[in-house]
């Protein structure tokens, strides 16, 4: 994926699936959880399973993590 290297900017979004918030602790388990940050047309998945870290997901490809 080329995607931009600085998403910090007033014109990032961010979108939490199926959630009104991100839990990240202080628990060592936390539930499923999946973030989609956007930036001009461009997009960005990142998903948790509540025991890993958040991977990047290629939505394009069967939202099969990469690590």
Do not use: H, M, N
Request: charge should be negative; aromatic fraction near 2%.
């Amino acid at each position: 994926l080329d995607l931009p290297q600085r998403w910090l900017s007033a014109d990032t979004g961010a979108e939490i699936i199926g959630a009104r918030s991100v839990v990240l602790g202080p628990e060592p388990l936390i539930g499923a959880q999946r973030i989609v940050l956007r930036l001009e047309a461009k997009s960005l998945t990142l998903t948790t399973d509540g025991l890993g870290p958040f991977v990047v997901v290629d939505t394009e490809t069967a939202a099969v993590p990469r690590s």
